[in-house]
């Protein structure tokens, strides 16, 4: 059972490149979400999905749009990176209630230099 | 105000110790707890969810507090292995997981 699948686990972006970090989940999760992590740092939510088509902004949406276009997938896009957007992003999906469990993809390192 | 809390210590104990640590949120409409652990860049995983009643797990206890708004983790027998960053999750209105920024643990021989 795979869980939940980034990709990819490394990158180094120039700055003003753009890229898509992907992440698919295989168990029928509605709710998908995309974090960053700075050395030293919590999570803080960048964009989450309840459900398939609709996306709401977190904490830190700039510089990130977001795509869900199937319930399994949820891609998270930087249009033009920027140094402060170097840091490890994190997927994660939840399934329905209250005390339900979310379960994270292994991350991806991005640098942009 | 950030809407989840947590102090980011470290907290260094031995082996063999009790530690305990707390969490503050601002919601108080917050439904759902939960502590996940966090080792050195790893994805997060569930340690336990918070029910209102408490609960135990091992030498692990989790409490929540509703009219102080913090829930808490209570880690006894210390082991090396719990050496790690402890993060306290709300869930409000809506399935929105809110991370507080975590409390490191750092257990000595």
């Known amino acids: 059972n795979a869980g939940v699948t980034q990709t990819p686990k490394f990158q180094v972006l120039k700055t003003g490149q753009s890229m898509t970090l992907q992440c698919a989940q295989d168990?029928?999760?509605?709710?998908m979400y995309w974090y960053r992590q700075d050395p030293g740092m919590g999570l803080r939510l960048i964009y989450y999905?309840?459900?398939?088509?609709?996306?709401d902004k977190g904490e830190v949406p700039n510089g990130y749009n977001v795509s869900r276009l199937n319930k399994r997938e949820f891609s998270l896009r930087l249009e033009s990176a920027a140094p402060s957007q170097t840091s490890v992003y994190f997927c994660?999906?939840?399934?329905?209630?209250?005390?339900?469990?979310?379960?994270f993809g292994q991350g991806t390192r991005l640098t942009v230099v | 105000r950030k809407e989840v809390e947590q102090d980011p210590g470290p907290f260094n104990v031995p082996e063999g110790a009790t530690v305990a640590f707390n969490c503050t949120y601002s919601?108080?409409?917050?439904?759902?707890f939960f502590w996940y652990r966090q080792d050195c860049r790893k994805e997060p995983k569930l340690l336990m969810s918070?029910?209102?009643s408490g609960n135990e797990d091992g030498r692990f206890t989790a409490q929540l507090n509703r009219a102080s708004q913090y829930i808490s983790l209570l880690i006894r027998d210390s082991k090396l292995s719990d050496s790690a960053t402890y993060l306290c999750?709300?869930?409000?209105?809506?399935?929105?997981?809110?991370f507080g920024g975590g409390t490191r643990l750092m257990v000595k021989p």
């Open positions: 994660a999906s939840s399934g329905e209630g209250w005390m339900t469990e979310a379960f």
């Open positions: 919601n108080s409409a917050s439904q759902s």
């Open positions: 999905s309840a459900s398939e088509g609709t996306t």
């Open positions: 168990m029928n999760h509605n709710s």
């Open positions: 918070v029910y209102s």
């Open positions: 999750v709300v869930i409000n209105a809506g399935n929105m997981l809110t």
